[in-house]
């Protein structure tokens, strides 16, 4: 069987130990030869591939990025896209089975190619921690790792000047960066999606660490959306896929507190730090784990499913699964964290 693997969406650390894993298990266990599809559902597309061999991946599940390239390219809506197109494709290369690692949006139309009759597996991906069916994707520990150690920073800078210190981390539709990262660095206030916490109590909060000496640090997610506005904000617009590019609301923040409290506040955004370089050692295993059962999806022809985290258990399950809603932070975690803000 010659199976052919893509990566879509945002990048994420991790892609490459699936990578590794996939073609290693694959050849190993199973005999087959393994190809990478470049640039997600572009390379489907347009033929674009490249072999695999053993040799091709080695030392790679400690590194960062994906060796065959990611993009936003949409399966039906591009020019040459469509099932029709791709089984042709997929039969003129020779390969009998697709790997989609990628978030919802990828497995989103993973799922519809599938059930259009493409012989596809799916692998959950997401440094937002926001797909459901599985307890965690890989990206996210070390996101959460590399935001804390940023934060672990400004707090001693925003010490130093008695500054109140906003922090903007990823997280689209979801707070698990920010509520995580928050909680490791003892942030005096956590702003995510899901609650909107007015500005007024933010203050109080701020206000509140400012007055016993201590320097506030205050994290917020991108997709947090401020008091008088419907949406999060998007300073840079749309990207080439039509979405907003979220962010600025570290710098509104920022603003608005300083103006409240009269405590000089600075904003820094982390962005595309906490998506790059090498993955922590928790997420090298969760990748490695899922690579490798996906293998066995493939050979078993489960098209449609995808692996996911179960506890300690790597499991499969239909990929609709993933994609009845988003995993959002549940306000019991959110409260539970509440009440170390201030203070
Ligand atoms: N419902 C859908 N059906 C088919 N393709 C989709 C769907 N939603 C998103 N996509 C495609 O998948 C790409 C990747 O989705 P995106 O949300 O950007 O990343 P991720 O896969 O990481 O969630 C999108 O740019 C789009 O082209
Ligand atoms: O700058 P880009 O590549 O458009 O992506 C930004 C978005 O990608 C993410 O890092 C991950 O989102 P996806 O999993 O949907 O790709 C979000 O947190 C962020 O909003
Ligand atoms: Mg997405």
Same mark, same amino acid.
């Given at each position: 069987?010659?199976?052919?693997?893509?990566?879509?969406?945002?990048?994420?650390?991790?892609?490459?130990?699936?990578?590794?894993?996939?073609?290693?298990?694959?050849?190993?266990?199973?005999?087959?030869?393994?190809?990478?599809?470049?640039?997600?559902?572009?390379?489907?597309?347009?033929?674009?591939?490249?072999?695999?061999?053993?040799?091709?991946?080695?030392?790679?599940?400690?590194?960062?990025?994906?060796?065959?390239?990611?993009?936003?390219?949409?399966?039906?809506?591009?020019?040459?896209?469509?099932?029709?197109?791709?089984?042709?494709?997929?039969?003129?290369?020779?390969?009998?089975?697709?790997?989609?690692?990628?978030?919802?949006?990828?497995?989103?139309?993973?799922?519809?190619?599938?059930?259009?009759?493409?012989?596809?597996?799916?692998?959950?991906?997401?440094?937002?921690?926001?797909?459901? +069916? #599985?307890?965690?994707?890989?990206?996210?520990?070390?996101?959460?790792?590399? !935001? /804390? =150690?940023?934060?672990?920073?400004? @707090?001693?800078?925003?010490?130093?000047?008695?500054?109140?210190?906003?922090?903007?981390?990823?997280?689209?539709?979801?707070?698990?960066?920010?509520?995580?990262?928050?909680?490791?660095?003892?942030?005096?206030?956590?702003?995510?999606?899901?609650?909107?916490?007015?500005?007024?109590?933010?203050?109080?909060?701020?206000?509140?660490?400012?007055?016993?000496?201590?320097?506030?640090?205050?994290?917020?997610?991108?997709?947090?959306?401020?008091?008088?506005?419907?949406?999060?904000?998007?300073?840079?617009?749309?990207?080439?896929?039509?979405?907003?590019?979220?962010?600025?609301?570290?710098?509104?923040?920022?603003?608005?507190?300083?103006?409240?409290?009269?405590?000089?506040?600075? +904003? #820094?955004?982390?962005?595309?730090?906490?998506?790059?370089?090498?993955?922590? !050692? /928790? =997420?090298?295993?969760?990748?490695? @784990?899922?690579?490798?059962?996906?293998?066995?999806?493939?050979?078993?022809?489960?098209?449609?499913?995808?692996?996911?985290?179960?506890?300690?258990?790597?499991?499969?399950?239909?990929?609709?699964?993933?994609?009845?809603?988003?995993?959002?932070?549940?306000?019991?975690?959110?409260?539970?964290?509440?009440?170390?803000?201030?203070?």
């Amino acid at each position: 069987m010659r199976v052919g693997l893509l990566t879509s969406g945002g990048d994420c650390p991790g892609l490459n130990a699936v990578i590794r894993a996939a073609v290693l298990n694959g050849i190993k266990t199973y005999d087959f030869e393994m190809v990478g599809i470049r640039n997600g559902w572009a390379g489907l597309i347009d033929k674009d591939v490249v072999e695999l061999p053993r040799q091709a991946v080695r030392g790679l599940s400690g590194t960062g990025g994906t060796i065959i390239g990611t993009s936003r390219t949409h399966p039906y809506d591009t020019a040459g896209g469509g099932p029709e197109n791709m089984k042709r494709n997929l039969e003129e290369m020779g390969i009998d089975a697709v790997v989609a690692i990628g978030g919802e949006g990828t497995l989103a139309g993973a799922n519809r190619l599938a059930k259009d009759g493409l012989p596809i597996v799916g692998v959950p991906k997401t440094i937002d921690n926001d797909l459901m +069916a #599985t307890d965690y994707t890989f990206g996210f520990d070390t996101a959460v790792q590399i !935001a /804390t =150690d940023a934060m672990d920073r400004l @707090r001693t800078t925003g010490e130093s000047h008695h500054r109140c210190m906003v922090a903007e981390v990823m997280g689209r539709h979801v707070g698990w960066i920010a509520l995580h990262s928050g909680m490791a660095s003892g942030a005096h206030a956590i702003l995510i999606p899901e609650v909107r916490t007015p500005m007024s109590q933010v203050a109080e909060w701020v206000k509140q660490v400012h007055d016993k000496g201590r320097s506030p640090l205050v994290v917020v997610a991108e997709g947090f959306v401020p008091e008088g506005q419907d949406d999060p904000l998007a300073a840079a617009g749309n990207a080439k896929d039509g979405r907003p590019r979220l962010g600025g609301i570290g710098d509104w923040v920022a603003r608005e507190l300083e103006e409240a409290t009269g405590v000089e506040s600075r +904003a #820094t955004v982390l962005g595309h730090i906490q998506r790059g370089g090498d993955p922590s !050692a /928790t =997420d090298r295993v969760l990748s490695t @784990r899922f690579g490798m059962q996906a293998m066995k999806l493939v050979a078993e022809h489960r098209w449609g499913q995808m692996v996911a985290a179960n506890g300690t258990e790597i499991i499969s399950v239909p990929m609709s699964a993933a994609l009845s809603g988003l995993k959002k932070v549940p306000l019991a975690r959110y409260e539970e964290a509440r009440v170390l803000f201030g203070r």
